[in-house]
């Protein structure tokens, strides 16, 4: 092929890449936090018998709120460039301050958490790929939950418990203290965080009090696990 047939050919191609980039580009937005605080993807009472909608409420309105300004407070003070993903913050944030660190995590996880919950269901149980992948590596969905379970019950004080794909991209079941992630290069565990429980006592207390481990078990009744299917697949990639 001439050099001039193949610029011609190429020429005819640039429409088809430019949809092929558009389709990539937006379902990245898809999954894309930003530093703004998202609206809550149904009421403050629909998980209503897992978690009660006072503390849905405050959770949201109050901590979670906080965390998005301080977020906001702590770049414009550090001058974080405009437009820098979150996720990519958090994989640097040893460069910056204790306030960054408490309030990007805090941002970033209470997004996904939000996210990674629905109304609601019995016999809720994780499908396609990511079922397979779970049965794969712990042997049964139900030993993934009792090793779940044990990270969130055993981390001391406030923090998260984390079902996450490691660099390796196995799955893992670990835990962080406070608002740390396993995307933060300061994290024992590291890795992308598919599912996320926050056990904080701001997460449970009006309803559970000193009861974690039962609101951790009543959880799992309202996982997205469409959400977290996608976290997975995107992880994979
Ligand atoms: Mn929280």
């Given at each position: ?116 919950m629905q109304s609601p269901k019995e016999n809720n149980l994780p499908t396609g790929k990511l079922a397979r992948a779970i049965e794969m590596r712990f042997g049964s969905f139900e ?56 056990v904080w006592e701001h997460a449970y207390y009006l309803k559970y009090q000193n009861k974690r481990a039962d609101y951790a078990e009543n959880w799992w009744k309202t996982v997205n ?13």
């Amino acid at each position: 092929m001439s050099i001039k047939k193949s610029l011609d050919y190429f020429k005819e191609l640039i429409p088809a890449i430019i949809l092929l980039l558009l389709s990539i580009q937006s379902s990245l937005g898809q999954m894309q936090i930003g530093f703004d605080q998202s609206p809550l993807p149904y009421s403050y009472n629909a998980l209503e018998d897992v978690i009660d909608a006072r503390t849905m409420e405050i959770h949201y309105s109050k901590h979670a709120a906080a965390y998005c300004k301080n977020l906001k407070e702590a770049a414009t003070a550090e001058s974080v460039q405009p437009g820098t993903p979150l996720e990519d913050l958090l994989k640097g944030i040893s460069k910056y301050s204790q306030k960054m660190r408490n309030n990007a995590g805090g941002h970033y996880n209470h997004e996904i958490f939000w996210k990674m919950m629905q109304s609601p269901k019995e016999n809720n149980l994780p499908t396609g790929k990511l079922a397979r992948a779970i049965e794969m590596r712990f042997g049964s969905f139900e030993e993934c939950r009792v090793a779940f379970r044990e990270a969130a019950k055993n981390r001391f004080g406030s923090g998260w418990a984390w079902l996450y794909v490691d660099n390796d991209k196995t799955l893992q079941i670990g835990s962080t203290p406070n608002q740390d992630n396993p995307l933060m290069d300061i994290s024992e565990i590291k890795g992308y965080p598919i599912l996320g429980l926050d056990v904080w006592e701001h997460a449970y207390y009006l309803k559970y009090q000193n009861k974690r481990a039962d609101y951790a078990e009543n959880w799992w009744k309202t996982v997205n696990w469409e959400y977290v299917s996608q976290r997975y697949e995107s992880a994979m990639k």
